[in-house]
Nanobody, 121 residues
Framework: QVQVVESGGGLVQPGGSLRLSCAASGSIFRVNDMGWYRQAPGKQRDLVATITDGSSTNYADSVKGRFTISRDNAKNTVFLQMNSLKPEDTALYYC???????????????WGQGTQVTVSS
């Protein structure tokens, strides 16, 4: 069993900050890439930021310079620090992780349930 749990979403004013957290738990052998995606109503799910097992990061152009992704490998947790938030950042944010379980050597993708981020004055 693998569980991916997100937290940290909420309502903030433009220019404000939020810190999202996502922890993967269960019979996990190894976690590879982790990241954050977001989806606004009527739009596709887009990549926000990813971080590899070697801590190499990649950001969408729209968030570059404002968001910072990081991870705690000991806790199988990924974070997203969001600063200078804009109304267009409003979306359901999903945590993504690629991992191997104790019982299966293959890579599998897991998604969190999503946490709502709303930026509005």
């Amino acid at each position: 069993q693998v569980q991916v749990v997100e937290s940290g979403g909420g309502l903030v004013q433009p220019g404000g900050s939020l810190r999202l957290s996502c922890a993967a738990s269960g019979s996990i052998f190894r976690v590879n890439d982790m990241g954050w995606y977001r989806q606004a109503p009527g739009k596709q799910r887009d990549l926000v930021a990813t971080i590899t097992d070697g801590s190499s990061t990649n950001y969408a152009d729209s968030v570059k310079g404002r968001f910072t992704i990081s991870r705690d490998n000991a806790k199988n947790t990924v974070f997203l620090q969001m600063n200078s938030l804009k109304p267009e950042d409003t979306a359901l944010y999903y945590c993504y992780t690629r991992l191997k379980t104790d019982w299966d050597a293959g890579w599998h993708d897991y998604w969190g349930q999503g946490t709502q981020v709303t930026v509005s004055s």
